[in-house]
């Protein structure tokens, strides 16, 4: 089976369909929102949920909690990311244990 490499994801529609084959389009939609609710606190709700382009910051939170996409070698950049953003979770979960 010949994988492809992901490299970029820039909008809602283009994660969906990339996760359909895993995820019903409810739960990614859901997904999603909240996070957008926790990148984008200062945005109103109407702009989070209308909002078409993600940031490549919110593809890897989507991924470190949902597994990349089936069929799909994550690109170098892309792997980087994911170690970086998943290191920097244990390092405020850690600091939060220790108060």
């Known amino acids: ?3 492809k ?3 970029y994801i820039r909008n809602k529609s283009q994660l969906q369909d990339l996760f359909i084959s895993q995820f019903s ?3 990614i939609r859901k997904e999603i929102h909240e996070i957008l609710k926790e990148t984008r606190k200062n945005a109103t709700e ?3 949920l209308f909002a078409k382009n993600i940031s490549t910051r919110e593809l890897i939170i989507f ?3 949902n597994g990349k996409p089936d069929g799909y ?3 170098d950049e892309l792997k980087i990311m994911l170690k970086d ?3 920097e979770e244990l390092t405020i ?3 939060q244990n220790q108060f």
Request: proline share 0%; no cysteine; charged share 35%.
């Open 46 to 48: 109407g702009a989070r």
């Open 85 to 87: 953003h998943r290191e």
């Open 73 to 75: 070698l994550l690109s």
């Open 5 to 7: 490499t992901l490299n």
């Open 93 to 95: 979960r850690k600091l």
């Open 25 to 27: 389009a409810d739960y």
């Open 63 to 65: 991924m470190d909690r």
């Open 1 to 3: 089976m010949n994988l």
